[in-house]
């Protein structure tokens, strides 16, 4: 299968942003003689869910040896972490990520090595941060009397792979983190082997953790009409 080069660009509202990401982009694979793919354009707040940004679409469509070409680090995700795991998840596909504005950032430098190490080591004191964080936040709850945990008398179904995590699981959508970041350090944290596919559905199709998923994109949007 033959590399491609894939662009992306993302604005909340400002469409002539837009058009300066598309211009500064086409203007990079002129001047490097690099052919676009396909051009992946989203119009849509940072706080919305990474299907909405079409990051999933991005993650799927890039394969081994890819060319991602972004007009900046934070037009790629929601928050710093988010971001983190993405530059991760494609680095260890051979995936090469290009940030036209601060080309310093870009993993094709010389210093790419050294630069990965970094975004981990980040990432992973990112993921620890929410880790005590939530564990913190769960103490206050249970010092307050709130029960935790599955209710007496409830009925022992088969145990899935993430039953045991599917508080953590809530507690990280709760704080606004997209799936895909979630599922990353669900996977790092318990060293569990699952599909981002798999992770997904057993969120979509617990009860618990999409309505917990629903109300936190309520109040986003909550949120943004107020503001």
């Given at each position: 299968?033959?590399?491609?080069?894939?662009?992306?660009?993302?604005?909340?509202?400002?469409?002539?942003?837009?058009?300066?990401?598309?211009?500064?982009?086409?203007?990079?694979?002129?001047?490097?003689?690099?052919?676009?793919?396909?051009?992946?354009?989203?119009?849509?707040?940072?706080?919305?869910?990474?299907?909405?940004?079409?990051?999933?679409?991005?993650?799927?469509?890039?394969?081994?040896?890819?060319?991602?070409?972004?007009?900046?680090?934070?037009?790629?995700?929601?928050?710093?972490?988010?971001?983190?795991?993405?530059?991760?998840?494609?680095?260890?596909?051979?995936?090469?990520?290009?940030?036209?504005?601060?080309?310093?950032?870009?993993?094709?430098?010389?210093?790419?090595?050294?630069?990965?190490a970094i975004y981990s080591y980040f990432a992973e004191s990112?993921?620890?941060?929410?880790?005590?964080?939530?564990?913190?936040?769960?103490?206050?709850?249970?010092?307050?009397?709130?029960?935790?945990?599955?209710?007496?008398?409830?009925?022992?179904?088969?145990?899935?792979?993430?039953?045991?995590?599917?508080?953590?699981?809530?507690?990280?959508?709760?704080?606004?983190?997209?799936?895909?970041?979630?599922?990353?350090?669900?996977?790092?944290?318990?060293?569990?082997?699952?599909?981002?596919?798999?992770?997904?559905?057993?969120?979509?199709?617990?009860?618990?953790?999409?309505?917990?998923?629903?109300?936190?994109?309520?109040?986003?949007?909550?949120?943004?009409?107020?503001?």
């Amino acid at each position: 299968m033959p590399m491609k080069v894939i662009a992306y660009s993302r604005i909340s509202t400002d469409k002539q942003d837009l058009d300066k990401q598309k211009h500064l982009i086409f203007e990079y694979a002129v001047k490097n003689k690099l052919i676009i793919d396909e051009f992946i354009e989203v119009e849509a707040s940072s706080k919305k869910d990474s299907k909405i940004r079409k990051i999933d679409e991005l993650l799927e469509k890039l394969n081994n040896g890819d060319t991602l070409l972004v007009a900046e680090l934070s037009r790629l995700g929601r928050n710093m972490l988010e971001t983190l795991n993405i530059i991760n998840t494609l680095s260890e596909n051979n995936i090469k990520i290009i940030f036209i504005r601060q080309p310093e950032l870009s993993t094709t430098s010389s210093h790419t090595k050294l630069l990965l190490a970094i975004y981990s080591y980040f990432a992973e004191s990112e993921r620890e941060f929410i880790s005590i964080r939530t564990k913190q936040g769960l103490k206050v709850a249970k010092d307050k009397g709130k029960l935790l945990g599955r209710p007496k008398g409830s009925k022992n179904k088969k145990q899935r792979i993430l039953d045991p995590f599917k508080e953590q699981i809530e507690k990280y959508i709760q704080i606004g983190l997209a799936v895909h970041s979630i599922w990353k350090i669900i996977i790092s944290e318990n060293n569990i082997e699952i599909s981002y596919n798999s992770f997904k559905y057993y969120i979509d199709h617990d009860k618990n953790l999409l309505k917990s998923k629903k109300i936190t994109k309520n109040n986003d949007s909550l949120k943004k009409k107020v503001k």
